[in-house]
């Protein structure tokens, strides 16, 4: 199946500094990839879906200037959660969908803690 | 607004025993319906999917739809210990964008 890689799996930041969180697809190209925030026992809430290319669409509630997502090629998108507080600590997860495909696949998400 | 529920459980069945999870969703224009699987602490991982009313099997796992009640199930059977995780429905439109619902915790003791 497709593969996703997301890096880092784990990251401890200090409150006030921004943290990168990569999403790969390995083996396939991605037209458009997901990025989910989880809390835990919650549900995936979508936080934004980016096409290459294009600027990512934002879903309501969700801070454009605070979570800057990069989808520079077809292989890559970026999540950058700027200026982060302890109340940014989730579970990240991206999900990218192939090029012509209907499945979006999972990447291994970023467990965010900001202390 | 798109809905998908789910009963959060945690339903706690026996080693070798059925487990039903059950889910509906709320707009009638869906076609696509997903089963995830997410152990404690990992993403989810895809189980079934399904488009078309009745029953889909793989393996052990059958995933059931019934648009006219917008209900979708996931059955497994033979459950194992290692069966033990939440279970997300998802449900897409003509978007590619799913809609979870909060995932129900199962437990299969032995």
């Known amino acids: 199946g497709a593969v996703v890689s997301q890096h880092p799996s784990w990251v401890i930041c200090k409150s006030g500094t921004s943290v990168k969180i990569e999403c790969r697809s390995l083996?396939?190209?991605?037209?458009?990839m997901f990025w989910y925030r989880q809390f835990p026992k919650q549900s995936l809430m979508l936080m934004a879906t980016s096409n290459e290319g294009s600027k990512a669409t934002y879903e309501q509630g969700v801070e454009k200037d605070k979570f800057l997502i990069n989808h520079a090629s077809l292989t890559l998108s970026t999540l950058t959660v700027t200026s982060a507080h302890p109340e940014d600590s989730s579970f990240y997860i991206c999900?990218?969908?192939?090029?012509?495909?209907?499945?979006?696949?999972f990447g291994q998400g970023t467990r965010l803690t900001v202390v | 607004q798109k809905e998908v529920e789910q009963n959060s459980g945690p339903l706690s069945v026996p080693e070798g025993a059925i487990a039903s999870l059950n889910c509906t969703y709320s707009d009638r224009g869906s076609q696509s319906f997903f089963w995830y699987r997410q152990y404690s602490g990992k993403s989810p991982e895809l189980i079934m999917f399904?488009?078309?009313?009745g029953d889909k099997e793989d393996g052990r796992f059958t995933a059931q739809l019934n648009k006219a009640s917008q209900y979708v199930s996931l059955l497994i059977r033979d459950s194992q210990p290692s069966d033990s995780a939440t279970y997300l429905c998802a449900v897409r439109g003509g978007s590619y964008i799913p809609t979870f619902g909060r995932g129900t915790s199962l437990i299969v003791h032995p």
């Open positions: 399904i488009y078309s009313n």
């Open positions: 083996d396939f190209q991605a037209t458009t």
């Open positions: 999900s990218a969908r192939e090029v012509g495909g209907s499945e979006a696949f």
